[in-house]
DNA sequence: GCCGTCACTTAGTACTACTCCA
DNA sequence: TGGAGTAGTACTAAGTGACGGC
């Protein structure tokens, strides 16, 4: 962490999603949350597509104890061997010189591409996908699939990339996924009200199966899901069912309920056969509707189907939860593409809203979702060009932000003491946002969402005030729930300064009032923006978390480590962003059970080691009165095993303790969206630690420019 | 300067497919 | 070989922040 950026362990361990509520807050007005048409239209048909244009502390113990223990062995074999090959000394800049123009020959490119599209199209890919269920071989990482992954890959990184916006120049897909169309019920599944059958209408019975469906969660025993629920419901029934259907409490979904356990059931029971056929008709529909062409490159799309009917839920205590999502249908979708590809085709019947040709966004289709009132986009993978140009320009913004966080520090503590409240109140927001770690806080419409808060849009409730604090002095306890409705709850020593401030801006409000009654972020924003261009509040938690993992990575990993407790480290490392960040999850529900099974597990590894050297030293013992070789030979063998076991042993202990600290924490999200993956790459490449035991296959896809790009000296 | 809209990133969870071990 | 446990993936909600119109 950076400087004093400390955390307290207590904000995992008392963190849950909890259900506050909150009173409502005076400035909200109650306004109908509904989007217009878009306007620009004129100005995109403008758009040119011409090729000429320019082509722009906690685990303190833990880590002690067991990095002696590991350190025992080092696994000289898992040294990885250096097969990297030779690349530019000098680290790429983002802004890097431009390269020579590449030709953009944009006809229809569909067919045509990178050999793995050959591969994926060819019967042979059909055979191979046979062959492996077979075989049983997995899908996955590892080295059989290694093979397959293709030898060429596009360094877009290398690359000139598009300037003023222009995002692409030639896309063309094949438009969206739709949901499956409703299957009615057999006529043997019925629905009771008030103790009798009932036949509902097309209509209400689907809506009535979504319930179903999720009969044995807890959301469908709220009251605020049972109402939303129910209202939206009888809007689907026919006006003799409404009148029929008057109480929610007297339907009987439950026959309902038990066919879709029993087809879920007969799902998992299918053959072999009927599993590779409904796996080859999805990889079918993949190949169709997964891809698309953009530029020249055919680039894997993240989310090709369109999201299906069901009920609305929302995280925490969401006002909507259990409302009707509809079903979505070609005349609510937007297509955009370019105009001189070949433009996707809606179902027979049916027409699209509007087919649009605007480059200057990175989204092929969108829709208006109806419980927000938001729009949906169909958007490209992580892997894409798009979206790793992206996500590289982002860790420079970071890494810019390191360049000036000294003097940006020093000015907002300088604005402690300024005579003007609103400059008070951002210089201390600001501090939270880098000491915390905590999001920025937009304002949020009340009565659309959860009542969750940032650091803007704080409240005199969610700050407790300890003049001292089990031996600390200025303490500022934080009891708030965060996007997600994640809490959380951290007790916080602060400079004194900082607490004063604090006591004045909370003087003489009610609890449910604003603590930045002259702060915003936007107010925020514009300020940060002065102090750096193009700085903004969720800079700082990038930079934090990338600076946290690079410093903890140096802290507590050495070169005579072996791997596995190299990769404990790292993990550690890991762990401390995630902390800051306050990613936390649910404890997996076989947590406990599968801690008990590695137990025992450990226990009897232990066992068999203690056997294993009982052995070794009566072999000893023999071998010393025997002196032969065959009995030299039995006291090697023996030494072997127990090493072997205790290796083993070794091994089961680390996966505890790296379970146990990870119970309530999510490590995937700092990993995936805010560290900085060249840190973790040079880390690799300097330690000898292989990718794969770092990155997964998706996420060496994800950063495939930075494990390009990033030697060994790499620094953040 | 405020507000609404839009585009895009960040987030946790549910489900599925795979691995490993008896 | 089958089942339990887990890692990976898909899904979609919930944030951030830019921008334009009034």
Redesign the pocket.
């Known amino acids: 962490m950076s400087g004093d950026h400390s955390h307290n362990d207590s904000q995992i361990d008392s963190g849950s ?1 909890h259900n506050d509520s909150h009173k409502h807050k005076d ?1 909200y ?1 109650d ?1 109908e ?8 239209d004129k100005e995109r048909e403008k758009s040119k597509y011409s090729n000429s244009e320019h082509r722009d502390s906690s685990d303190k113990k833990h880590r002690d104890k067991d990095k002696e223990r590991l350190k025992l062995k080092d696994g000289s074999s898992d040294k990885q061997k250096d097969k990297h090959k030779e690349k530019k000394k000098e680290e790429r800049s983002f802004d890097g010189k431009p390269k020579k123009e590449k030709e953009n020959g944009f006809e229809s490119p569909f067919i045509k591409s990178e050999p793995e599209n050959d591969f994926y199209h060819s019967p042979k890919h059909e055979k191979s996908l046979k062959r ?2 077979k075989k ?7 080295k ?2 290694a093979k397959k992954e293709p030898e060429e890959k596009w360094k877009w990184w290398e690359e000139e990339r598009y300037t003023d ?1 222009v ?1 692409w120049k030639f896309l063309e897909h094949k438009g969206p996924v739709f949901a499956p169309p409703y299957e009615p019920l057999p006529s043997n599944v019925k629905f009771y009200y008030d103790g009798k059958y009932m036949k509902l209408s097309p209509g209400a019975e689907e809506v009535a199966t979504f319930f179903a ?1 999720m009969l044995d ?1 807890e959301y469908t025993t709220k009251d605020v899901f049972r109402k939303n629920f129910f209202k939206d419901w009888r809007k689907e029934m026919t006006s003799e069912e409404k009148s029929k259907l008057t109480d929610l409490n007297k339907c009987d979904f439950s026959e309902m309920s038990e066919y879709f356990k029993a087809q ?1 059931e007969a ?1 998992k029971a299918m053959t072999k056969e009927e ?1 590779l056929k ?2 080859m008709e ?1 990889e079918r529909i ?1 190949q169709e509707y997964g891809f698309c062409v953009m530029d020249n490159h055919k680039e894997r799309i ?7 009917p ?1 009920l ?5 205590d ?1 006002p ?1 939860m259990g409302m009707l ?1 509809r079903r979505i249908r070609p005349e609510d979708i937007i297509i955009n593409c370019s105009k001189d590809s070949k433009h996707p085709k809606p179902p027979p019947g049916t027409k699209w809203k509007e087919v649009r040709h ?1 480059n ?4 092929l289709v ?1 829709w ?2 109806n ?7 169909i ?1 490209l993978n ?1 892997s894409s060009r ?2 790793g140009e ?2 590289w320009q ?1 860790y420079e913004m970071a890494r810019r932000l390191k360049k000036c966080v000294d003097r940006i520090r020093a000015q907002y503590r300088e604005d402690w003491k300024s005579k003007e409240m609103r400059i008070r109140q951002r210089a201390v927001a600001l501090y939270f946002i880098d000491k915390l770690a905590l ?7 009340e009565g659309e ?2 009542d ?1 808060v ?4 704080l409240r005199v409730e969610h700050l407790t005030l300890h003049q001292e604090m089990d031996g600390q002095e200025y303490v500022v306890e934080f009891d708030f ?6 809490r959380y709850y951290n007790k916080v020593p602060v400079e004194k300064r900082v607490f004063k401030n604090l006591q004045l801006f909370m003087e003489d409000k009610e609890p449910e009032d604003d603590l930045f009654d002259r702060l ?7 300020h940060l ?1 002065e102090l750096m261009d ?1 700085l ?4 700082f ?2 930079y934090n978390a990338s600076i946290t993992l690079q410093q903890q990575l140096n802290e507590l990993t050495t070169s005579e480590d072996n791997v596995p407790a190299k990769i404990l480290s790292y993990n550690r490392a890991n762990r401390a962003v995630a902390i800051l ?6 404890p ?1 529900k ?2 406990e ?3 008990q ?2 137990q025992t ?1 450990i226990d ?1 590894k232990k066992e068999q080691l203690a056997d294993a050297k009982r052995e070794l030293k009566s072999a000893k013992a023999d071998a010393k009165v025997r002196r032969d070789e065959k009995s030299k030979k039995a006291v090697e063998s023996k030494k072997k095993a127990v090493q072997r076991i205790e290796e083993q042993l070794m091994k089961l202990e680390v ?1 505890a303790t790296d ?1 146990e600290e990870n119970k309530q924490i ?1 490590l ?3 990993k ?3 560290l900085d993956p060249r840190i973790s790459v040079a880390w690799c490449k300097k330690l000898g630690v292989p990718i794969e035991k770092i990155y ?4 060496r896809e994800k950063f495939a420019w930075a494990i390009d790009m990033a030697e060994k000296d790499y620094e953040f």
């Open positions: 999603r400035k007005k306004k949350h509904k989007h217009k048409d878009h306007k620009k492996e269920l049983g071989e997995a899908v996955t990482d590892g059989k699939k916006g995002k469906k969660h879920s799902r599993k409904i796996k999805n993949l993240a989310n090709f189907r369109i999201e299906p069901g609305f839920r929302g995280r925490g969401h909507k999502k605007d200057k966004v990175t989204w969108s208006t979702e419980i927000q009132g938001s729009i949906k986009y958007m992580p798009i979206k992206k996500d982002k999001r920025a806080g937009n304002e949020k419409e969402t959860a969750t940032g650091c803007c849009s729930l965060g996007k997600d409705s994640i915003n972020t936007s107010i925020l924003n514009k923006q193009g903004t509040a969720k800079v938690r990038t960040c306050n990613h936390q999850r649910a997996p076989t947590f059970k599968s801690m099974n590695l597990k009897a996966q379970r999510a995937g999200t700092s995936l969206n805010y997964n296959k998706t996420q």
